[in-house]
């Protein structure tokens, strides 16, 4: 479960985050939209503890992440945009470590690796070091140690940077089927359709503040004054920043 | 505790992993850098070993100067320790991706910064280790030390030593970066460098090793007595003073005070490490935030448009090195990292060719007069090629990954490589003469000198064949800083790292460890050549007998053909291994 309240984060005089609520409970998929430099990635790094916020707060399961930021980390997992990854282990081995950040017990560390290696079909690369993966396989590892401990909610910044066809629909459908047995995702992307398959809920930041936020259902119905393309909805409504 | 054991795991797992696919190229480079490493060991311990039998059988200046000396020696080796872990702590600590991915992880930020510290550690310290430790073997060969000296040297003093000094550079970084957002970023750097050119100033000023001398020797030739009245106070507060103090003291079987100094040195470190984990609790994830908008404030000022080097005004270049050149310049001076250690380096520089050019002491043994004057020249040519490690070797690599900007341009690969080798050289070259003309002033002209024995000022003129010397080394420095430029610039293609962006850290890589193994290969070959010659002007001036210039002319001529030589053929290889790697 993630809550913002009246989230604000200002650079000098530049307002980067104005005033963001949001509630995104257990089991909800939620798609965060907006053109670049709108918000998204500060919004995030706020989440995650990279940013303070200037105002505002985030709890996440309950935590608040600038009071409580181990409790609140230990709660979820994140996917940048452009993973991190020790370039002298395996796959395997990050997953491990990664698991071992979040004090995971040996016995279902090893379970739980073989369960995401499994899930992200990894077996028949994941004993080679990370430095000669490509942009794909880095991600889809990353995704495997954010899934690791079992977080009870993911979030995520373009998750499909890199990904091939099935690389793609193999994150999706985990995805999908993580917020099925109850855990909350949050995922920044640029890819429309990505949200319109996938999203329970739809927010779109613009200039910082949040312009749209509303159910997939709605926003079907939102696409029908258009031309009933979602694309047709977020150029209308981030219009100013492209102007 | 059990996270923090967990990732130190993990890092010697990864420390210790072999490459996944080691081709030949690397299987090369490692055996090659094995092999300069193990000589330069090897070198460094043989070195040690002859100075210490020189300058106390040959010279005879006795355990108590020789000790000082040692002492002054490892004050610089402390400062160097210190403002290398402060310069590479601020990119270990503030700009490493791993931070930004253990802080969204459930880790302390003390565990954290603990981490990035032993990192940092480890990563600035490794070669002065290994320097240091030969040279200890070289010095307790000597002596005929047993083992255990060794052991109590590694582990009570060296260790605890350069750990002091990062400690000390890390709580000055925590400190620089807690005043930051409030305070003129460049007010506080330039501070921060004056604070430390100031030191080292105030250091050999209160140390003074010309009075130290004169002391000493008023007591010729019991020189080997316990001077210890001479040191001035505050001399004894510092950790170069009380490792000296250990080695007289082990030299001289007083165990007692060893075991002093060895417990004040460790205590001391204890002390400081803990201050350091106090304050990093408090203080690093709130700078590290910090830090995140500091680079916003240290470009703004080199943003003027009439500039010179702005891209929009003509120069009477080719476009193709006009743009090279303005790149090069504004890549310099908007990366607060590059500028901030070219100031750092250019004021030591400063301090100590203002030492130099005044030096005024009266020697009369040649060999004593040899040695100080090859100590200047090589501590010029130490420095100039510091200056090429740290800003000569990384340009390769800090074309990054905009490579692709250059290689789809038609624009050809060496076109690049000259460009920026020239850029580095022109200055360095230059540098190199200033700083050459600068230290040997006192060898060209009449100047005041004190006699040691007496402590009388008397005016001197230089014997012609010295002021020959002296002009034939102002001639040879710039043919050696091209000869240094070269191999700094061309190892640094050769052992290129395109993924990492801080110039800082590519100036620290194993490569760049490498190049300074062979560049002072290169210097000890150098100092090997022109030490006879030197020997013999100083002699030929105590006997007022002119010098024998064939020999210095085959000394000059072993020195510069072999140097261009080099030059030649490190920028062949350099240019072969980027042109293999971009292929």
């Known amino acids: 479960m993630i809550e913002l309240h009246n989230l604000t984060k200002t650079f000098g005089p530049f307002t980067a985050v104005d005033d963001v609520s949001l509630s995104i409970p257990a089991g909800e998929f939620f798609g965060f939209l907006g053109p670049n430099g709108a918000g998204k990635t500060t919004t995030i790094k706020m989440m995650t503890g990279l940013f303070t916020p200037t105002a505002g707060s985030i709890r996440i399961n309950g935590f608040d992440v600038v009071k409580e930021p181990l409790k609140a980390k230990a709660t979820f997992g994140y996917i940048p945009d452009h993973p991190y990854l020790y370039d002298k282990l395996t796959g395997r081995e990050f997953i491990y470590s990664m698991g071992g950040l979040y004090g995971m017990r040996k016995e279902t560390l090893k379970e739980n690796v073989q369960r995401v290696i499994d899930l992200l079909e990894l077996e028949s690369w994941v004993d080679k070091k990370t430095e000669d993966y490509s942009q794909g396989m880095r991600q889809r590892v990353t995704f495997a140690a954010a899934f690791v401990h079992e977080p009870k909610t993911v979030i995520i910044d373009e998750p499909m940077v890199g990904l091939d066809p099935r690389s793609a629909r193999i994150v999706k459908d985990t995805l999908k089927r993580m917020s099925q047995n109850g855990v909350s995702i949050f995922m920044s992307t640029h890819i429309l359709e990505m949200v319109e398959e996938l999203c329970d809920r739809v927010g779109i930041i613009n200039k910082g503040r949040m312009v749209f936020l509303d159910t997939r259902e709605n926003l079907h119905r939102h696409k029908a004054k258009y031309d009933g393309k979602l694309e047709s909805v977020f150029l209308e409504l981030t219009k100013e920043a492209d102007e | ?583």
């Open chain 2, 1 to 583: 505790m059990s996270a923090l054991l967990h990732i130190l795991r993990s890092k010697l797992r990864m420390f210790l992993a072999m490459p996944s696919s080691p081709d030949t190229g690397t299987v090369v480079r490692s055996a090659g850098s094995f092999v300069v490493f193990g000589s330069f060991a090897v070198g460094a311990f043989f070195f040690s070993n002859f100075i210490t039998a020189y300058l106390l059988e040959t010279v005879g200046i006795g355990l108590f100067l020789f000790h000082r000396f040692i002492g002054m020696l490892l004050f610089v080796f402390f400062v160097t320790v210190n403002l290398g872990n402060m310069v590479v702590a601020f990119t270990t600590l503030y700009r490493s991706p791993e931070v930004s991915f253990l802080l969204t992880a459930p880790v302390s930020y003390l565990n954290i910064f603990i981490i990035k510290f032993l990192d940092n550690f480890f990563y600035s310290s490794g070669t002065l280790f290994m320097v240091g430790l030969s040279v200890l073997l070289g010095y307790g060969v000597y002596f005929g030390y047993p083992w255990h000296f060794y052991l109590l040297m590694m582990f009570g003093v060296m260790v605890p030593f350069m750990f002091l000094a990062a400690c000390i550079a890390v709580i000055v970084l925590l400190f620089l970066m807690t005043l930051a957002p409030r305070v003129n970023f460049r007010v506080l750097v330039g501070g921060i460098v004056l604070f430390y050119i100031g030191q080292i100033y105030l250091y050999f000023t209160v140390t003074s090793p010309v009075r130290l001398v004169q002391e000493v020797m008023k007591f010729y030739p019991y020189v080997n007595l316990y001077f210890g009245s001479l040191d001035p106070v505050i001399a004894k507060f510092l950790p170069n003073y009380w490792v000296s103090e250990i080695l007289y003291f082990y030299v001289n079987d007083n165990f007692e005070a060893v075991g002093g100094y060895v417990a004040l040195m460790l205590l001391t470190t204890a002390g400081l490490f803990v201050l350091l984990l106090a304050a990093a609790n408090g203080l690093y994830y709130r700078t590290w935030l910090a830090s995140l908008s500091l680079k916003r404030l240290t470009v703004k000022r080199f943003e003027a448009k009439d500039m010179v080097f702005a891209f929009g005004r003509r120069s009477w270049f080719a476009p193709v090195t006009e743009v090279l050149l303005k790149k090069e310049f504004w890549q310099f001076v908007r990366e607060p990292a590059q500028w901030i250690h070219f100031v750092v380096m250019m004021g030591l520089l400063t301090v100590f060719l203002s030492s130099v050019s005044t030096l005024s002491i009266r020697l009369e043994s040649p060999e004593l007069k040899a040695v100080v004057y090859l100590v200047v020249f090589i501590f010029n040519i130490f420095l100039i090629n510091a200056v090429a490690l740290r800003f000569g070797f990384p340009v390769m690599s800090l074309e990054g990954k905009a490579y692709w900007s250059v290689r789809s341009a038609p624009v050809r690969l060496s076109s690049v490589y000259r460009t920026k080798f020239l850029v580095t050289a022109a200055f360095l070259v230059l540098l190199s003469v200033a700083v050459a003309f600068l230290s040997n002033i006192p060898y060209l002209f009449v100047r005041s000198v004190t006699d040691l024995a007496t402590g009388r000022m008397e005016t001197v003129t230089p014997h012609d064949d010295v002021r020959a010397l002296a002009w034939m080394t102002i001639a040879l420095t710039p043919v050696v800083t091209f000869a240094l430029v070269s191999l700094n610039v061309a190892l640094g293609a050769v052992y290129a790292d395109f993924a990492e962006k801080n110039p800082v850290r590519i100036a620290s890589s194993q490569g760049a460890t490498m190049t300074f193994l062979l560049s002072i290969v290169y210097i000890v070959l150098l100092l090997a050549l022109y030490y006879y010659p030197t020997l013999m002007v100083f002699n030929a001036e105590l006997k007022q007998v002119p010098a024998d210039w064939r020999v210095i002319r085959f000394a000059a001529a072993s020195i510069a053909v072999p140097s261009l030589l080099l030059a030649a053929g490190v920028h062949i290889a350099g240019l072969r291994s980027l042109r293999r790697d971009l292929a």
